[in-house]
């Protein structure tokens, strides 16, 4: 089975609408004062407008593991 990982970010724009950004493969020594750095930094910057709407608030973040199994469907 493959596992993946992804760091989920949370924010909520303007208008209230939660947006996420995913970040592929985060380091496993991911601190948590790190990743609310790196969410008040976006949220200041305005790096992202999802639908040309700025992030108003922090809402969540979260290591999500993802299990797959794939299977042989050849006959």
Known sequence: ME??????????TT???KVSISV?????NLTETEIKTAMTTILSKNIFKP????FASLVEAKVVETGTTE?????
């Open 3 to 12: 596992v993946s990982k992804k760091l989920l970010m949370s924010f909520m």
């Open 15 to 17: 208008s209230g609408k």
């Open 24 to 28: 592929d493969d985060p380091r496993e």
């Open 51 to 54: 639908a040309g709407e700025n």
């Open 71 to 75: 299977y042989d469907l050849v006959l």
